[in-house]
């Protein structure tokens, strides 16, 4: 079975602060992949980035970035410089490449103020 | 470019009153569908997903039910509405294929008075 856990229920901020939303999972697939949805107040979840197992490079997109690591099973978020249009529920998800069910974690609450 | 939508955004309904909701998929073939319910400042908690028309796996038991009757149609119902069943309902579909992430509707917000 698979396991997100994501232990930042809630984590506020001041603009221009970066901040860094962990993600650690478990799974005993070796063929996996990782995901990053936000979800702004309107509701609706967006995706952020999907990352296969066997790729462990560092991705940047703009003020994001994320860190992936097998050897701590972790999946870390990091916004530099954060804004107030950041404010969000972010989650994180894993699913083994052969299925089709993401397991979500519980999501973190980033509230940026100015 | 694959498109979903999920009607309505918001409703209000009694207690004891029935319920449909609605999401359509457009320009993909055989997704795989999924029902989510959210409830305020909680996370996402699956509540039935289909591989294909009338496939159906249910999650959590309650009162809800869900239906599939065209390849990119997937609807989600009640007979009669608890207080318990408002929340933020979530459709999303994804690529038949394995490892792939969700495409998220945006949403219908329930709330049962």
């Known amino acids: 079975a698979q396991k997100v856990t994501q232990a930042q229920t809630e984590i506020s901020v001041v603009e221009k602060e970066d901040v860094t939303l962990d993600c650690v999972y478990e799974t005993r697939d070796t063929t996996y992949y990782l995901f990053w949805y936000k979800q702004p107040p309107s509701g609706e979840l967006v995706f952020l980035i999907r990352r296969n197992s066997f790729d462990e490079q560092n991705e940047i997109s703009g003020r994001y970035s994320w860190n992936f690591q097998k050897s701590t099973s972790s999946f870390n978020f990091t916004i530099t410089a954060s804004q107030v249009v950041d404010s969000a529920v972010y989650f994180c998800?894993?699913?083994?490449?052969?299925?089709?069910?993401?397991?979500f974690g519980t999501g973190t609450r980033l509230q940026v103020t100015l | 470019s694959q498109t979903i939508h999920q009607w309505p955004a918001t409703l209000v309904q009694p207690v004891g009153s029935p319920l449909s909701l609605e999401c359509t998929v457009e320009g993909t073939s055989n997704p795989n569908l999924y029902w989510y319910r959210q409830a305020a400042g909680r996370g996402l908690q699956l509540l039935f997903y289909?591989?294909?028309?009338?496939?159906i796996s249910s999650e959590v038991p309650q009162n809800l039910s869900a239906s599939r009757p065209q390849d990119r149609q997937f609807i989600l119902s009640s007979k009669k509405l608890l207080l318990s069943d408002s929340g933020f309902y979530l459709c999303?579909?994804?690529?038949?294929?394995?490892?792939?992430?969700?495409?998220f509707g945006s949403g219908t917000r329930l709330t049962v008075v």
């Open positions: 998800a894993l699913v083994p490449g052969t299925a089709s069910k993401l397991t």
């Open positions: 289909s591989v294909g028309i009338g496939q």
């Open positions: 999303a579909w994804q690529a038949e294929r394995g490892g792939y992430g969700y495409t």
